[in-house]
């Protein structure tokens, strides 16, 4: 099976052989109500409330959200209004600690004897994706359609992060009782794990775990981005293709982040929230790059001194990788459920655009053979009829036409911007 194309980077995968480190307890933790796709929580606690670790401290009765936990014992000392790297608004609870990090007696092992209480549990536990896009998981896995296949999604193709590898190595038999847990629990008859072919202990590792078990494929993917875009993996692992408007689950697959899966099993072992997170911390600004532990509400600004960062030479922090990851306008915003990097860098590029020379490298290196220059053009004249031909909602916004574009044009920023005049159902 031929597998899709995309862009041939430099993964500057520093940190690949850095052991997870745990960082020291904060002070205070400041935790938004809205850390996933989703509605937002409404706090349950107060301002001079006691709290206790793994207590949920902010739910909702919408349908598409997951709860909130604390991940430290303390006094509530704020409830504040936070505004993301993407403009959304929440409510946050401030917390100060206590350093005793006492666990709350709502912690218990969860009882999942059916498919209906496994996904309540799933939705108690505060999951949602941890690769970054952070979709409910509990949603995730309760499709209406009938599906065959698990994807775990190892591939981490963004330059610089190693978060989802540390989980691999450090991690394995989690990650292999998560997919058994899943498997067994939604009656999946087949497991691919992709894994992309630059992290070859990975794969000797889970080739050799799961050798007895015929209905495991460990696939090695091209060493390529964006090869853990859903869409993208998906056909290189099973050569299914989820057509426009369809979602995985119509083509029978759930996709999983494998560090989703790893917290998965350890939740139902032990019945601790989601409320630590595993990311990268790099750049050409940090002294000591790191894989850091942190309970999540830690400041970015706590995490960069940690790995000892030079920040007057700091031009830029981006949250996630250099392709996908956005901007953070204050270094002081708190660690999130979907972080799994941060990067601080001295200088970024900032090259003039010009008029497209059309070379066609744009939709050579598209993953799924959309035209981005073609879009632009459609775009700029509000051609919303040829904007639907050219199935500019297809686009992952995975930054690779734009990256080679010689002329510097912000084409997949254009292909976001010509999604929202798409008329929706």
Do not use: W
Not at 1 to 8: A, D, P, S, V
Not at 240 to 259: C, F, H, Q, T
Not at 277 to 306: H, M, Q
């Amino acid at each position: 099976m031929k597998k899709l194309g995309g862009l041939k980077l430099n993964h500057r995968k520093n940190t690949e052989n850095s052991v997870t480190v745990e960082f020291p307890l904060p002070k205070k933790v400041r935790i938004p109500m809205l850390m996933n796709m989703g509605a937002p929580c409404e706090p349950l606690v107060k301002v001079g409330d006691e709290v206790k670790v793994g207590q949920k401290i902010g739910d909702t009765e919408a349908g598409f959200s997951v709860p909130v936990h604390s991940g430290v014992s303390g006094k509530v000392t704020a409830l504040t209004d936070y505004t993301n790297a993407m403009g959304k608004t929440c409510k946050e609870v401030e917390i100060e600690t206590d350093g005793l990090q006492t666990v709350s007696d709502e912690v218990k092992v969860p009882v999942a004897e059916d498919k209906e209480s496994f996904i309540k549990a799933v939705r108690e536990s505060g999951s949602c994706g941890l690769g970054g896009a952070g979709f409910p998981t509990h949603i995730k896995l309760n499709p209406k359609q009938k599906v065959d296949t698990l994807i775990i999604n190892a591939a981490e193709c963004e330059p610089y992060i190693t978060a989802d590898y540390r989980e691999m190595i450090e991690c394995p038999d989690d990650v292999i009782g998560g997919i058994e847990l899943i498997r067994s629990k939604l009656g999946i008859s087949q497991v691919k794990l992709g894994i992309e072919k630059n992290k070859p202990e990975a794969i000797k590792n889970f080739t050799k775990l799961t050798e007895s078990d015929s209905s495991v494929e460990v696939v090695t993917l091209p060493s390529s981005y964006p090869q853990g875009a859903e869409k993208v993996i998906i056909y290189n692992t099973t050569g299914r293709i989820v057509k426009e408007g369809e979602l995985p689950a119509d083509e029978g697959v759930i996709v999983m982040n494998v560090s989703t899966v790893g917290f998965l099993y350890r939740y139902f072992q032990t019945g601790m929230p989601l409320v630590t997170r595993r990311l990268t911390v790099d750049g050409n600004a940090v002294g000591e790059p790191k894989n850091i532990r942190t309970v999540i509400g830690t400041s970015f600004r706590e995490l960069l001194e940690y790995c000892k960062t030079d920040f007057d030479s700091v031009k830029k922090v981006i949250g996630g990788g250099p392709m996908m990851g956005m901007s953070i306008p204050d270094i002081d915003m708190p660690v999130v459920k979907t972080s799994n990097a941060l990067l601080a860098v001295k200088s970024y590029d900032e090259r003039k655009t010009s008029a497209c020379i059309r070379c066609g490298r744009c939709v050579r290196v598209c993953p799924i053979g959309l035209m981005p220059a073609e879009i632009d053009r459609a775009y700029k004249i509000k051609d919303i009829d040829e904007l639907k031909k050219l199935k500019v909602t297809l686009c992952m916004n995975c930054g690779s036409c734009t990256y080679i574009c010689p002329a510097n044009r912000k084409l997949a920023e254009t292909n976001q911007l010509a999604k929202v005049l798409i008329p929706r159902n």
